[in-house]
Each structure stands twice: as structure tokens, then as C-alpha cells.
């Protein structure tokens, strides 16, 4: 099909103008493409990690190697999506954007995840592990920081109100 302007566009969900590399605190969401349930399940409110959902967790934990200028917060990771809180530091000569520090976790994950694929069995995906993009909120202030921390730390607890929830995964 050719391209049509009027019906292939791709809006951006960032909000326009601002400088995703200036200093901020981040709250993102980074869920897996198609919802599909491959991190681990949640047991009487308690997200179990297998293999897969490790790993993201030990390659979140290492961005800070990578990019210097940030400084992780709360994050959790869900069966089927990943809740984070990133700070990008004003003291850095560095400033990677957002964007570029994202990118660079899902593409290391997902490399990681293809070989647990091939060498340890682990379910494969189809296509791509993450759905395209993410989603960002720019942490305002102190109050908002401290019901986002706490929302991170109760999904869990709320899975199954959760709009990601798919019936599959509770045990």
C-alpha cells in the first residue's frame, strides 16, 4: 500500500517542545508487544520473576553504567510491562535524552532475550519483544514523585485491576 498522509501518521505522544535531555525525573512505562505475559506471573500479589523478567531487571539496574547522568528510582517489573522512574542528573557533562537511554535498554534486552530464546528455551516473541514507543510522564514535583513511587510499588497488589491485566497470567 502506498504512503497516504491522511491515513499513515505517526503522532508523538512526547510533549511537544520540550527537551527530553534536560534534568527531570521520568516515570515510563515500556510494555511488551501484544501484552503477551513474558517476564513472570503474579502469585498472592507478588510479581515472581523468571529468567526473562530478571534480566530486564539487571539491565535496568546497569543503565546507569551506560549513561552516567541518570539515577534510577522505584521501578517494578510486571508480567507483560515495566514501570520505571529514571533522573537525569544537571550535573553531567552528558545529557542523553530519554528517548536515547529507553532505546538503548529495549534494544540490549531485546538482544538478550533473543539468546535466551535460542539457548534456554525461553518463549519466543513474534516480531519484537517491545511494542513501539513508550509512554513518559514528566515528574512535576516532590507529591507527585511519592504517589508514583507508591503506585509502582502496589502494581502488584492491583494486577488484576490493571488495564494491562490479561486474565492469563494470575495463578
Excluded at 539496574?61 to 521501578?75: N, T
Aim: net charge negative; with cysteine; charged share 25%.
Amino acid at each position: 500500500m502506498p504512503y497516504d498522509p491522511d491515513k499513515h501518521h505517526r503522532r508523538s505522544i512526547r510533549l511537544k517542545g520540550f527537551d527530553y535531555s534536560r534534568s527531570a525525573v521520568y516515570f515510563v512505562t515500556i510494555c511488551v508487544q501484544n501484552r503477551e505475559c513474558l517476564f513472570g506471573t503474579i502469585s498472592q500479589h507478588e510479581m515472581i520473576l523468571n529468567d526473562a523478567g530478571k534480566l530486564v531487571s539487571e539491565e535496568w539496574l546497569a543503565l546507569p553504567e551506560r549513561f552516567p547522568a541518570i539515577i534510577l528510582d522505584e521501578f517494578v517489573v510486571m508480567p507483560n510491562h515495566f514501570h520505571g522512574i529514571i533522573y537525569i542528573s544537571p550535573n553531567s557533562v552528558e545529557h542523553p535524552t530519554l528517548g536515547r537511554i529507553i532505546g538503548a535498554f529495549k534494544s540490549i534486552v531485546t538482544d538478550l532475550y533473543i539468546s535466551g530464546v535460542k539457548d534456554q528455551g525461553w518463549t519466543p516473541f513474534d516480531r519484537r519483544l517491545w511494542q513501539r514507543n513508550y509512554y513518559e510522564h514528566i515528574v512535576r514535583d516532590d507529591s507527585a514523585l511519592q504517589k508514583i513511587q507508591q503506585y509502582i510499588r502496589d502494581n502488584p497488589l492491583t494486577w488484576q485491576t490493571d488495564s494491562l491485566y490479561p486474565d492469563v497470567s494470575i495463578q
